[in-house]
């Protein structure tokens, strides 16, 4: 069992940024593919971002991309989802998901971790 452990949320002025992070505890990530999702008051829970186990592929949801960017560190076990030019409307909690098939859909991803709190002021 692959247990994902989220950090870095937190509260932040729009046009702000946070980094969050993504690890496995007690199990490596290098071999999945890694998702981020969000989920704010009252939605669905949402495709973010996307990268594959290499590091060589990734793919963003269109509202973040050019804001956001995804990447890893498989010496360390560790993805990243770095978060730029913040807006309110980015206000969720944020999931990072581990599994073997590559995509945006969340029944791609087999193993999910806690999520982490980011809120966007305005």
């Known amino acids: 069992q692959v247990q994902l452990v989220e950090s870095g949320g937190g509260l932040v002025q729009a046009g702000g940024s946070l980094k969050l992070s993504c690890t496995a505890s007690?199990?490596?990530?290098?071999?999945?593919?890694v998702g981020w999702f969000r989920q704010a008051p009252g939605k669905e829970r949402e495709f973010v971002a996307v990268i594959s186990w290499s590091g060589q592929n990734t793919f963003f949801q269109d509202s973040v991309r050019g804001r956001f960017s995804v990447s890893r560190d498989n010496a360390r076990h560790m993805v990243y989802l770095q978060m730029n030019s913040l807006k309110p409307e980015d206000t969720a909690i944020y999931y990072c998901?581990?599994?073997?098939?590559?995509?945006?859909?969340?029944?791609?991803?087999?193993?999910w971790g806690r999520g982490t709190q980011v809120t966007v002021s305005s």
């Open positions: 007690g199990h490596t990530l290098n071999a999945y593919h």
């Open positions: 998901a581990a599994g073997v098939q590559y995509g945006s859909d969340y029944d791609s991803y087999a193993f």
